[in-house]
């Protein structure tokens, strides 16, 4: 039996919380794909302007926001390449807002195209930096 390789193991990582998160951050098993000391950098773009840094209980909250703010949305993944611990992502993402919030009015629909640097040890993600450029909405 030939042994799989670091960056075998991390892609199949990544792909399976792909899929588990686009049955929605809600419901998504947080332990099972993360370390207790994950940290996920945002950096600045449409929808946070001065970035944003979180912790694991950062990540949940934010998910929880978003996911009342959804009324529905999806990934697509482009391309997942990966080299040691790391995982870079390249995908779009597609949504349409259940509720007015901000400058959005409910029934908006929003698309981004991003790249997600993830890092992993010990096949937890214990790091992930977002790169996030919205296309435009109205």
């Avoid at 960056?7 to 993360?34: C, M, S």
């Avoid at 000391?37 to 979180?54: D, H, T, Y």
């Avoid at 349409?96 to 993600?125: H, N, S, Y």
């Amino acid at each position: 039996m030939v042994p799989i390789s670091e960056e075998a193991r991390n892609l199949g990582i990544v792909r399976g919380y792909y899929a588990a998160l686009a049955q929605g951050a809600t419901g998504l098993d947080w332990t099972r794909w993360f370390a207790p000391e994950v940290i996920q950098e945002e950096f600045p773009n449409r929808l946070a302007p001065v970035g944003a840094r979180r912790d694991l209980t950062g990540m949940q909250e934010a998910a929880a926001r978003g996911h009342a703010l959804m009324a529905e949305q999806e990934f697509e993944l482009l391309e997942v390449i990966a080299s040691g611990s790391m995982v870079a992502v390249e995908a779009e993402w597609r949504g349409r807002t259940a509720r007015d919030a901000g400058p959005l009015r409910a029934g908006t629909q929003l698309r981004t195209r991003f790249a997600q640097v993830i890092e992993l040890r010990a096949g937890k993600i214990v790091a992930l930096r977002n790169y996030d450029c919205f296309y435009p909405w109205e």
